[in-house]
């Protein structure tokens, strides 16, 4: 059964830095696509950015480009999403995804998702 792990929230000031992680576990091959969403509250859960396997192609929501990078390390089978100038706005619940078809540029089709881990950015 594969799970996924998020870590790495937290409570920062404005401009400040975190850096998320997820591992996956319980299948022997990493996913093609990873990616990370977000749910602020009262609010639809969004894409943020989501990487590909081959290649590290990488795409990111236009309110989080230039500040928000996003890695993996296929043999460890784990993703990262490292954030930096955190705004009061990018509070929100983080979720780590995966899928096994479609490409790292479509932000539909993701069976698998972790529980989610808190960052709250205070102003």
């Known amino acids: 059964q594969v799970q996924l792990a998020e870590s790495g929230g937290g409570l920062v000031q404005a401009g400040g830095s975190l850096r998320l992680s997820c591992a996956a576990s319980g299948r022997t091959f990493s996913f093609p696509t990873m990616g990370w969403f977000r749910q602020a509250p009262g609010k639809e859960r969004e894409f943020v950015a989501s990487i590909s396997r081959i290649g590290g192609a990488s795409y990111y929501a236009g309110s989080v480009k230039d500040r928000f990078t996003i890695s993996r390390d296929n043999a460890k089978n784990m993703v990262s999403l490292l954030m930096d100038r955190l705004k009061p706005e990018d509070t929100a619940v983080y979720y780590c995804?995966?899928?096994?078809?479609?490409?790292?540029?479509?932000?539909?089709?993701?069976?698998?998702w972790g529980q989610g881990t808190q960052v709250t950015v205070s102003s």
């Open positions: 995804a995966a899928k096994w078809s479609g490409d790292a540029a479509d932000r539909q089709g993701y069976g698998y």
